[in-house]
């Protein structure tokens, strides 16, 4: 397809989704991973709320210009229910087992990623719902929209969204990013079954928050964290 089917807006957005942000996360790994690199709460926050702030900015100026649709009129029916259940379910499903493949090395270091314990649900709450609808806007909708009209092929933009998808969370480990691209293959799926945003944004934001939960029992399973304290 031609490439001027693109705004300048809207390369850059590619560009910078496709390309910057995968370096910046690579950047930001090598970093975390140094002694004292880690960063504390506050800035984790920062940062995980300034980033989507970007990615969302960028997403609607590229769509404005580039009049892409994001949010067509809902209409739910047993195919969005069914597709987010199996989505949920693999996903889920598959947690423990993908916890336990990797060295217990990683995910000690990987654990201020997530809550630590009830006191953390709120801002993780508040994570999953800010990241499963500006990543859903950001990769499945623009990014995979305007790759679709300069690749002319459904596949390969799923399969480069994908791909800078699990780039941009390289933070978490080559094997992580293993599994994120199946998972955003999965989404993208999800879309061209249900024909709208909705559905993935639901189950991205589930999945995130559940995750989260799981993780911590997991965690304390391993003697990574202190066991819960008793209620009084």
């Known amino acids: 397809m031609d490439p001027r089917a693109v705004s300048p807006s809207g390369w850059t957005f590619l560009f910078v989704l496709t390309v910057l942000f995968p370096f910046l996360a690579l950047r930001s790994a090598l970093r975390v991973r140094k002694p004292g690199g880690t960063p504390n709460r506050a800035q984790h926050l920062s940062s995980v709320f300034t980033s989507q702030a970007m990615m969302l900015v960028l997403a609607l100026l590229a769509v404005r210009f580039d009049r892409v649709e994001l949010f067509p009129a809902f209409h739910p029916g047993w195919e969005d229910f069914a597709a987010g259940l199996v989505f949920l379910a693999v996903t889920l499903g598959t947690l423990p087992m ?20 009830p006191r953390d649900l709120g801002w993780w ?4 719902l800010v990241a499963g609808i500006v990543e859903e806007i950001v990769y499945r909708g623009a990014l995979f929209t305007l790759w679709q009209r300069v690749l002319g ?3 390969a933009a799923a399969a480069l969204c994908s791909l800078a998808f699990a780039l941009a969370h390289f933070v978490q480990g080559w094997r992580a990013m293993v599994v994120i691209i199946a998972f955003a293959l ?11 945003l909705y559905t993935v944004m639901a189950v991205h934001v589930v999945y995130d928050f559940l995750a989260g939960l799981i993780v911590i029992g997991l965690a ?3 003697g990574l964290l202190a066991p819960a304290r008793p209620a009084v």
């Open 98 to 117: 993908r916890w336990r493949w990797k060295p217990l090395e990683e995910r000690a270091r990987n654990l201020w990623l997530f809550p630590h314990g």
């Open 186 to 196: 999965g989404s993208h799926a999800i879309v061209r079954l249900t024909g709208d």
């Open 220 to 222: 304390r399973r391993d």
């Open 125 to 128: 709450a508040l994570v999953a």
């Open 153 to 155: 092929s459904w596949w």
